[in-house]
């Protein structure tokens, strides 16, 4: 079956770096997503992995292991507005996603 | 980048009444649509699969007579929750499928801006 981990929540200050896991088992691989959903919003894309290593973009990086079944966003000099739900997700029979639970991100100053 | 609207973003009816919810593609065209739904504080829950020109396909445990898809378009799908009841409160957000690339292409989901319906 398809399964996707992520811590529920985190809490980080401004200004610093805070790398948030995503461990999954599905059946196949067809990559990695990371989207953004602020409170209330639809969630926006950051980033899909499809090959082992890290992939960076601005502020954020993720980070895939396809052996070990793991992925991880890396935000750096963390903003108030990085606080929002990060969801992993993992597309399933050919054109579906499954989403993670979503890690809460709280930004303190 | 690619953009998805929905409409309306709010809604509040009254029990018993149905609600028409749209989503466009407004720079590509999308020949396949998702629709989820989503609780306070909890993850996003696939719903359907539309398809352009077909069916849409449900998924196990939805309803496919309460929430009617309609993918008359390659812009636009919509999804109708008919008899609505307070338990069909929700955040409903559909996505738009985008292929890009050639050889290996990316299929990434651009995600709409949500609809919040509110049943009384």
């Known amino acids: 079956g398809q399964n996707i981990d992520q811590p529920t929540e985190m809490t980080a200050t401004e200004g610093a770096i805070v790398q948030i896991n995503c461990t999954y088992q599905?059946?196949?691989?067809?990559?990695l997503f990371w989207y953004q959903q602020h409170a209330g919003e639809a969630p926006t894309f950051l980033s899909y992995?499809?090959?082992?290593g890290l992939e960076e973009k601005g502020r954020f990086s993720s980070f895939l292991s396809r052996s070990k079944g793991y992925s991880y966003l890396l935000l750096k000099e963390l903003q108030m507005k990085d606080s929002a739900s990060y969801l992993c997700?993992?597309?399933?029979?050919?054109?579906?996603?499954?989403f993670g639970t979503g890690t809460r991100l709280q930004v303190f100053p | 980048g690619a953009v998805v609207s929905q409409h309306p973003s709010r809604v509040i009816c009254k029990s018993g009444t149905s609600v028409k919810i749209e989503c466009r593609s407004l720079?590509?065209?999308?020949?396949?649509m998702f629709w989820y739904r989503q609780f306070p504080k909890k993850s996003l829950m696939l719903m359907a699969t539309?398809?352009?020109?077909?069916?849409?396909?449900?998924e196990q445990g939805v309803e496919k007579d309460k929430f009617l898809i309609n993918h008359a378009s390659l812009t636009l799908s919509t999804l109708t929750v008919t008899s609505a009841h307070p338990e069909d409160s929700s955040f409903y957000i559909c996505?738009?499928?985008?292929?890009?690339?050639?050889?290996?292409?990316?299929?990434?989901?651009?995600f709409g801006p949500g609809t919040r319906l509110l049943v009384l």
């Open positions: 539309s398809n352009e020109g077909s069916k849409a396909t449900y």
């Open positions: 720079d590509f065209q999308a020949t396949t």
């Open positions: 997700a993992a597309p399933y029979n050919t054109d579906k996603l499954i």
């Open positions: 996505s738009a499928r985008l292929t890009i690339g050639t050889g290996s292409p990316q299929e990434t989901q651009y």
């Open positions: 992995n499809v090959l082992d």
């Open positions: 599905t059946s196949g691989f067809n990559g």
